[in-house]
């Protein structure tokens, strides 16, 4: 089975500190993103990566940044945390190439909480 | 971007009974997927449809596309209470995945 771990399953952080959230899939996937999902508004992509030390923005990639140093880990980073960035945190994966019908594989989340 | 807009937000039935959601696009869908997503999970997918007019069953579970692949709909016979959780209806455009808000479905026993 597809495993997509995250670092932390809850978070509370106070603003201005900067955030690390972890992923890492064992399948070998190529690809991997990150979300936030908010109620009313569904998961929104911020970031997603096709390859090692490559990223693309996602739809609201504003106040983050992204790390993929290696194939199976994609890093989250909030520079400097704010307020409107407390949200569940999804990430994840998939092996096939840039295409339609790709299936994802999400991890449990993060509930990330800035005050 | 293809905007996706689900209907109802919010759905509570009793143990036995059928519902019926929906997925409707200000665009026609290349193909169109369903993840459902428990409390405290992250989403899983449920079917893909490509083809319109296309029917999928999974179990007590019937997916249909619509004929002009610009809605679908998803049906549950005799809900139980593990069918609760948030339905979700994704657009897949080149591995970019473009969600709607979902349905929050709640049985209860």
């Known amino acids: 089975d597809v495993k997509v771990t995250q670092s932390s399953r809850y978070l509370v952080k106070r603003t201005g500190e900067k955030v690390f959230l972890e992923c890492v899939q064992d399948m070998d996937h190529e690809n991997m993103f990150w979300y936030r999902q908010d109620p009313g508004l569904g998961l929104r992509l911020i970031y997603f990566?096709?390859?090692?030390?490559?990223?693309e923005k996602g739809d609201i990639p504003e106040g983050y940044s992204v790390s993929r140093e290696k194939k199976e880990r994609f890093s989250l980073i909030l520079e400097s945390a704010s307020t409107n960035q407390t949200s569940m945190y999804l990430c994840a994966s998939s092996g096939q190439k840039r295409g339609n019908n790709n299936e994802q594989f999400f991890g449990p989340g993060t509930r990330l909480t800035v005050l | 971007t293809q905007l996706l807009e689900q209907s109802p937000q919010f759905l509570s039935i009793q143990e036995g009974e059928n519902l019926t959601v929906y997925c409707n696009s200000s665009s026609v869908f290349s193909s169109l997927q369903w993840y459902r997503q428990e409390p405290g999970e992250g989403p899983v997918l449920l079917v893909t449809?490509?083809?319109?007019?296309e029917v999928k069953k999974l179990k007590r579970l019937t997916f249909q596309f619509g004929d002009a692949r610009k809605d679908s709909s998803l049906h549950i016979t005799a809900a139980q209470p593990g069918d609760t959780g948030l339905y979700l209806c994704?657009?897949?455009?080149?591995?970019?995945?473009?969600f709607g808000a979902g349905t929050q479905v709640v049985v209860t026993p």
């Open positions: 994704v657009s897949d455009s080149w591995g970019k995945l473009q």
């Open positions: 990566s096709y390859d090692v030390k490559m990223k």
């Open positions: 449809v490509v083809t319109g007019g």
